[in-house]
């Protein structure tokens, strides 16, 4: 299985909600990542876990809260965002953050829309 | 600190005709070169790959790419494109263990692509 997969597919919330996206691969892949991409743009790195335990946090602000329950699963918290956040999130995995080479497996992305 | 440029942001290009998405590339260390394909409202998928050895890589969908490191070039190619191959290119570099590889791949700011009949 070499796939990542993300729920939900689509997202609409408004500013005061609280929301959740997750990500889950059985690659048995150690690192997983969180993107943020802006249409006709690269994907941006908000934060990488590496065995677990948060690794990188690219500055991203504290309304946008990761959580890495176990190897598999992945999950960004959404709360009080604003419509600036909206966007395409994208969940990846790789072997681990610091491997011979860094392929990372991209899974299809949470649209999201802040109203 | 590694740099990615994509020098163009469009390509329209007729079907069955040849296409050549350029990259280059700025490091003062070796890296791993990468090109990804973004179609329309999908994550990225991994077209191919340079790690070491043969210059000349070949991956799926009958794209293939060169890495020139005289000219620090990864520019990719096809010979010739469909329809279905319009979408969105990166390409990204990495740099290899005990490098400063801190898992981050680094991207270029995208070649669009498009394929028209």
């Known amino acids: 299985d070499t796939e990542v997969t993300q729920t939900p597919k689509h997202l609409v919330m408004g500013m005061t909600n609280k929301k959740s996206l997750k990500c889950e691969q059985h690659m048995g892949h150690r690192a997983m990542y969180w993107y943020k991409q802006k249409a006709k743009k690269p994907p941006e790195l908000m934060f990488v876990?590496?065995?677990?335990?948060?690794?990188i946090n690219e500055s991203v602000p504290s309304r946008f809260s990761p959580e890495c329950p176990n190897s598999s699963l992945l999950n960004l918290h959404l709360h009080a965002l604003q419509p600036e956040d909206s966007a395409l999130y994208l969940c990846?995995?790789?072997?681990?953050?610091?491997?011979?080479?860094?392929?990372?497996?991209f899974g299809p992305g949470t649209r999201l829309t802040v109203l | 600190a590694q740099s990615v440029t994509q020098l163009d942001s469009q390509v329209p290009v007729f079907e069955e005709a040849p296409v050549e998405l350029r990259c280059n590339y700025s490091s003062s260390v070796s890296v791993y070169l990468f090109w990804y394909v973004q179609y329309p409202n999908q994550g990225l998928q991994l077209l191919l790959k340079y790690l070491s050895g043969s210059t000349l890589v070949k991956g799926i969908n009958g794209f293939e790419a060169e890495f020139n490191k005289s000219q620090t070039s990864f520019h990719l190619r096809k010979p010739s494109v469909h329809i279905s191959d319009t979408a969105e290119y990166f390409c990204a570099v990495s740099p290899p263990r005990g490098s400063g590889n801190t898992g981050k791949l680094i991207f270029g700011q995208g070649t669009t692509l498009q394929v028209k009949p």
């Open positions: 990846a995995s790789s072997q681990d953050q610091t491997s011979s080479y860094n392929e990372q497996f």
């Open positions: 876990y590496s065995y677990e335990k948060l690794s």
